[in-house]
């Protein structure tokens, strides 16, 4: 180890995080940035590795969904034959600088955005934000969402694309994030603040572009109507931050989180690209009528890489407004969500205060020993999927990561220590 | 708002339904309040199936998903909240409407304040308490040892309520404390007073000049309390533990305690508590107190003491410590002796065979006090010992600690929990031969809210039953504690008396009326004054920064533990934090050793 204690090695750790500067630079289509997807048939899932027989129902309604849009398959049955057929390699998002929600499915010509981290000049990507209803992040795969898929590819990700290069180095996200989260956002339950400057911020030069007058409504009417528009920027961000700091290759602090649907995999930093898996929690929450918790698919997605970052349910406290979901308490309980976050994290992050938690800071590097230690488990605000294919969204609520993932981390980097 | 209801029929089953549709125009709720609101109409009953949402063309898809799609719905905006309802009861929408409107106008969410902060770490205890001094660990006994290590890493002070700890780790500790300047007071601590705030089992006692040291729980509290009742006060009162005075720790905290005490100059009197010390420790303590600038009162439960020497006045019981030190403290004269009086019962009358005592004691050095004093009145001397929590039986007199380890085993303690004592009351009302049951009512933190109402019922059953069978049961109490107690003292000894118990103010003044009662008698010493054997060991009276800081300054607490512990913390106004502690990586051994590994 390149440090005294594993508290400095995490200190060197966290200091990456603060010391980020992640900027949005582009919207390009995924193969333009992953060689892989360039390789024959390849998507790209959330979570740790996983094969198909294994996959849950919305991931592979997706993958269904991803094969139409792609133009492989003509029709469902076509593409699951391909799928199950061993023709589609899979490969997870996190293995190609990349992170998707839900599914995660990403294909070549899905656009993706793209976010440069300035400090250690890495980049990472995430597909962009669908809406609600009928997606394919959550399986679905009519005609309606490869329809959409399409538009975003032509129309959506283009135009944000062009906007883009008017601006001068991107888009801060530091700057965003910092204004949203004193707006009433914690970026995985609740984006509407950070979408809104964020529409603030691109549409002056969405406005100045040469493009058809009805694109350019549309683009302007989707943004708008799209609340969770920053969770695929706030994830991608994420992304970034946690890659640059995992740089660092001591120390027990946590640089990623995700879930496939089977497992929740985590890394730490002192064990650089190794999954530690456990088996996914299902996600408790509110359900739309004629739902219960019975249809909820076990946890999945990328996302949790916004609570990686200190976000999400670790900042519960910064969005009342989504408090509820806590449980069916308000205020109080998330602020002890969010104060017993504190008990796992190396330190608060600055840069990012919270008016509603008397300004402290977002909570900054989950410490994997600080969540053996006392059995906290990091709580996860997530959306919840029907366990069926292109059911779609049914509710939303939140989980906790599985402790066992932080007890084979540990006991992994103590045998690589020569500890034990 | 539009109101409409329509009947549909299911094109597979041909049943019939009706639904219901509610429009608020212009009524926005977020979609989580409008779930819980949907959770909490969906519990009414005669309703089959009901949504509540805003209005958006995503919504009206899964209006439509959950069959409840309705012209009306479909021509609301995403601005409108939609109210669908299937039932087959017209009327039940005005009753849902109520509903509606009640919840969205009472949607603050009442909440329970704690006041005080929560937390799970030792980190995050001493970030919320970054000034905390005291760490007070009440954790299993197999993690106390462990815990009290960590606080003194962190340069508190230990108060360790903890018991079925080691006598090893308690030396370390000791040890440890005493070097890095700090107290450990315990293991298996049950009182102590900082500055007036009653730490564990204590009681609320009147701030003053007196501080106390003691190796005995109740012991402080009896003399604690004599002394708030005579008008005067306790500075501090610092536990030790029961094992402090033996061997092999030899009094480490009971001397730093002492040495505390003698630099914090409010208090004028310094009194110490103890069973019999092992041989060697009671010496150099007893040199420690002879080179003190201050009187000391001393006693060892279980010494009857013939003279007072030099500046400490030894006592035989403790009612006597807490007396002496009163009239030091008020500059008179010390008598000769506070133990005899009149302790006559009138009207009390006896069936040939009723001889014995009973004493059902909640206070172990109560009932140790109980013992001492009736082997004396027997002429069996003052040495006692601890049979399975009996610490007298000798020919049908008993005395028994019911807060001992044998009749706690998965039970709580008497002071808390009434049941034991119930049934020892009842069997000992049964004994033809028991003249009186002698009882102990402790008050206080961490003590039961109202022991005589919850003791009285069995106290009047065995009184009774004596009665059906010709007999007299006398029943003598003592009330350990002080009116300013969260139970009413006043109250106590009023409910007892006009139950018929003779309420004594001290269990010296109880267990010679119950004395009495049988025509016992103890044989009191009148003790001189004798000069002081001044040792030729000079004693380092100084003490440390942090010793001294902690009688100085009212404590600010660190609660490992027992959450219970908090209520004398708040109420009192001291600045505390709750760790809710619980053992290390949820007790998985493996795990904590990786933990320690990786540091």
């Known amino acids: 180890m390149n440090y005294k204690s594993m508290d400095e090695a995490n200190k060197a750790v966290v200091d990456k995080i603060t010391g980020s500067a992640p900027f949005l630079v582009d919207v390009v289509p995924a193969k333009d940035k992953i060689k892989e997807l360039n390789d024959g048939k390849v998507l790209l899932h959330a979570g740790p590795p996983i094969v198909w027989n294994d996959m849950t129902g919305p991931m592979q309604g997706s993958c269904i969904g991803a094969s139409i849009y792609e133009g492989w398959a003509s029709n469902e049955e076509e593409a699951e034959k391909q799928l199950a057929g061993g023709e589609v390699k899979f490969i997870p998002c996190h293995h190609v600088n990349a992170v998707g929600p839900m599914g995660g499915i990403t294909s070549a010509n899905m656009p993706v955005f793209v976010v440069e981290n300035r400090t250690d000049g890495n980049e990472a990507y995430c597909i962009m934000n669908e809406g609600i209803g009928k997606v394919l992040r959550f399986g679905a795969n009519s005609q309606e969402v490869i329809d959409r898929l399409k538009w975003m590819q032509n129309v959506l990700g283009p135009t944000i694309a062009k906007a883009l290069t008017l601006t001068e180095d991107g888009l801060n996200l530091n700057v965003i994030i910092a204004k949203a989260i004193t707006m009433g956002d914690e970026f995985h339950q609740r984006n509407i603040a950070a979408s809104l400057i964020f529409l603030k911020e691109i549409s002056p030069y969405i406005v100045q572009l040469d493009i058809n007058e009805s694109d350019r409504k549309d683009v302007i009417q989707f943004l708008a109507d799209t609340d969770q528009f920053f969770l695929n920027i706030m994830m991608a961000t994420a992304k970034a931050v946690m890659d640059g700091a995992r740089t660092i290759q001591d120390g027990t602090v946590v640089t990623a989180m995700c879930r496939n649907g089977k497992d929740f995999g985590i890394r730490i930093s002192g064990m650089g690209d190794e999954w530690f898996t456990a088996p996914v929690n299902t996600p408790q929450g509110l359900f739309f009528t004629g739902y219960s918790q019975d249809d909820a698919n076990p946890d999945i997605g990328d996302s949790a890489i916004t609570e990686t970052f200190g976000v999400g349910g670790m900042a519960m406290i910064a969005a009342p407004g989504v408090t509820r979901f806590v449980g069916a308490g308000g205020f109080d309980d998330a602020l002890e969500t969010s104060n017993e976050m504190t008990e796992i994290c190396v330190s608060q992050n600055s840069n990012f205060t919270i008016p509603t938690w008397d300004f402290q800071g977002a909570c900054l590097g989950i410490d994997a020993r600080k969540v053996v230690e006392t059995g906290i488990e990091p709580v996860i605000n997530t959306g919840i999927a029907h366990k069926k294919a292109g059911m779609g969204q049914v509710g939303a609520g939140t989980v906790r990561a599985p402790k066992e993932c932080f007890e084979k981390a540990l006991e992994a980097y103590a045998v690589k220590l020569g500890l034990i | 708002m539009l109101l409409q209801a329509r009947r549909f029929k299911n094109i597979l089953t041909g049943v019939i339904f009706v639904l219901h549709t509610i429009i608020k125009k212009n009524s926005y709720q977020d979609s989580i309040n409008l779930m819980l609101l949907t959770n909490s109409v969906a519990t009414m009953e005669g309703l089959n199936k009901v949504q509540i949402m805003m209005a958006t063309p995503a919504n009206k898809d899964i209006f439509k998903d959950a069959g409840l799609h309705t012209e009306e719905l479909e021509a609301a905006e995403s601005n409108d909240m939609a109210i669908v309802v299937d039932s087959d009861n017209a009327d039940m929408m005005d009753s849902v409407l109520e509903k509606v409107e009640q919840y969205l106008n009472d949607q603050s969410i009442s909440n329970k304040k704690q006041g005080f902060e929560t937390v799970r770490t030792w980190d995050k205890a001493v970030d919320a308490l970054p000034n905390a001094n005291v760490a007070m660990i009440s954790v299993p006994g197999e993690y106390a040892a462990e815990e009290a290590d960590k606080a003194l890493d962190r340069g508190l002070h230990v108060f360790m309520f903890s018991d079925n700890v080691s006598v090893e780790d308690e030396l370390r500790l000791k040890q440890k404390a005493h ?21 564990a089992f204590a009681n609320v006692v009147n701030k003053g000049r007196i501080g106390l040291v003691g190796a005995s729980g109740t012991g402080i509290q009896e003399v604690s309390t004599i002394i708030d009742r005579l008008g005067e006060g306790v500075s501090h009162a610092i536990g030790t533990g029961g094992r402090d005075l033996k061997d092999p720790i030899g009094a480490i905290t009971m001397m730093d305690g002492i040495r505390a005490l003698e630099n914090h100059s409010q208090t004028e009197i310094i009194t110490i508590i103890s069973k019999p010390p092992a041989e060697h420790v009671r010496n150099e303590v007893m040199e420690l107190l002879q080179s003190l600038t201050k009187p000391v009162v001393a006693v060892f439960l279980g010494e009857k003491p013939e003279q007072y020497e030099g500046n400490v006045y030894q006592a035989y019981t403790l009612a006597e410590t807490a007396h002496i030190a009163v009239d030091l403290a008020r500059g008179n004269e010390v008598k000769a002796d506070y133990n005899s009086g009149d302790f006559t019962v009138e009207n009390s009358s006896l069936k040939e065979g009723q001889k014995t005592l009973k004493g059902l004691y909640s206070g172990g050095t109560l009932a140790s006090e109980a013992a001492v004093l009736i082997s004396d009145a027997l002429g069996l001397g003052t040495h006692i010992k601890n049979e399975e929590g009996y610490v007298l039986k000798h020919e049908g007199q008993e005395i028994v600690d019911l807060g001992d380890d044998k009749y706690t085993q998965g039970k709580p303690h008497p002071m808390i929990d009434p049941e034991t004592r119930s049934k020892f009351i009842e069997q000992a009302g049964a004994d033809e031969t028991t003249a009186v049951i002698l009882l102990d009512f402790v008050l206080g933190y961490g ?22 069978g010709g007999r007299t049961l006398h029943v003598v109490a003592t009330v350990c ?21 003779i309420v004594k103010e001290t269990n010296n003044e109880a267990v010679r009326t119950a004395l009495n009662i049988v025509g016992l008698h103890v044989e009191d010493n009148q003790k001189k004054h004798v000069e002081g054997t001044k040792s030729a060991k000079k004693f380092d009276l100084s003490v440390s920064e942090d010793i001294a800081l902690l009688v100085s300054e009212r404590p600010r607490v660190i609660n490992v533990g027992l959450k219970g512990f908090t209520g004398a913390l708040s109420d009192t106004g001291t600045q505390f934090v709750q760790y809710d502690w619980r053992p290390v990586a949820g007790g998985n051994a493996r795990m904590a050793k990786i933990l320690s590994l990786l540091k």
Not at chain 2, 181 to 191: A, E, H, I, K
Not at chain 2, 449 to 455: E, I, K
Not at chain 2, 481 to 501: C, F, I, M, R, W
């Open chain 2, 179 to 199: 070097d890095k300047g700090l107290l450990v007071m315990g293991p298996d601590c049950g009182t102590g007073i900082l500055d007036g705030v009653p730490l």
């Open chain 2, 447 to 468: 003590s039961h809210d109202d022991m005589a109402s919850a003791l009285l019922p069995s106290i009047n059953k065995a009184v009774a039953k004596a009665k059906e």
């Open chain 2, 481 to 501: 504690g002080t009116k300013n107690d969260p139970q009413s003292y006043d109250g106590h000894v009023k409910q007892l008396k006009e139950a018929g118990v």
